[in-house]
């Protein structure tokens, strides 16, 4: 049997991070990954210590593979939905809804 639908697993080529970025007492600056508290790196320079870190997490993830694994998950039926068409068979729910657009005519008619 040969379906259609997407594979579960795909590869992924390019992670994001978000990167913390403090600048020190001594002036230098420290980055690390807010996913991966211990991968820091310290430098004099904002784009030397993010490259730095960069290359901290090329050589953490060596050897590794990354993929993006997608589910289907249920989703959980409207609260609302066993309410509809309660008052189908209900033969004084035509005039319950007249009654109701009759008192707002009459509502809006003493506002103007």
Partial sequence: MVTNS???????????????????????????VLD???????????DEALLKLSHRLQAF??????????IEINKPEDPW???????????QFDEFLQAIQDYRNEIDAEEE
Avoid: C, W
Avoid at 8 to 28: C, D, Q
Avoid at 38 to 43: F, I, M, N, P, R
């Fill in 81 to 91: 939905m066993k309410f509809a068409g309660m008052f189908k068979d209900d033969p």
């Fill in 61 to 70: 993830f060596k050897d590794t593979e990354i993929i993006q694994l997608e």
């Fill in 6 to 32: 997407p594979p579960l697993i795909s590869p992924v080529n390019k992670v994001k991070y978000e990167v913390g970025i403090k600048r020190l007492k001594n002036g230098k600056y420290q980055t690390f």
């Fill in 36 to 46: 991966y508290p211990s991968l820091k790196a310290s430098a004099n320079s904002k």
